[in-house]
């Protein structure tokens, strides 16, 4: 709690209730989006190294490769693989290029860093931990790649699942 000095200001005490303001977020900050047009997901902020709008264009495809590998893009000098997320996680349909940008996540861990491609880009919100729960009706596709998820709707089952980034830099899909 900020201790208010009677000799302060008014604009001195509305900075001061600002600052214990930002002092009150709980839990740990996420990213969300969706990876098909129906389906929304969480990773943790601290693994979000940026999120572009990259046309199409800027994509390079590389022949020969793993279809779930859309190529690589150049982000601040460094070529890094894009990959199309709902692909990785075993959903039936691909993600939708023909638009002319796509939302592009780029996360890293120890020191790789790659392109997530997704249907859009919800924003960022601070998410609760001890509200995690154990995932349930996952796909096995997607089970290895889901860490919990948060009960958003009791009412319409409405859940937000969040996904294990490490188990997707260092699934075998990669190797395909």
Avoid: C, Y
């Avoid at 601040?76 to 959903?91: F, H, N, P, T, Y």
């Avoid at 796909?139 to 937000?160: C, K, Y």
């Amino acid at each position: 709690m900020v201790d208010l000095d009677l000799s302060m200001g008014a604009d001195q005490v509305q900075v001061a209730s600002e600052f214990q303001q930002l002092e009150i977020r709980e839990g740990e900050l996420h990213l969300r989006f969706f990876v098909t047009p129906t389906q929304e997901l969480a990773l943790p902020a601290i693994i979000v190294r940026e999120v572009i709008s990259a046309p199409l264009d800027r994509i390079t495809p590389i022949p020969n490769i793993s279809s779930l590998l859309l190529g690589t893009i150049n982000l601040r000098g460094r070529v890094i693989w894009v990959a199309d997320l709902s692909q990785i996680l075993g959903e039936s349909t691909a993600l939708n290029t023909e638009r002319p940008e796509i939302p592009v996540i780029a996360v890293e861990e120890q020191e790789i860093l790659l392109g997530l491609a997704v249907d859009r880009i919800v924003g960022m919100e601070w998410l609760s931990a001890e509200k995690v729960q154990q995932p349930t009706q996952v796909a096995n596709s997607m089970a290895p790649f889901v860490r919990g998820e948060w009960i958003l709707d009791e009412d319409t089952h409405q859940r937000l699942r969040l996904l294990d980034h490490k188990a997707i830099i260092s699934s075998e899909l990669w190797a395909a």
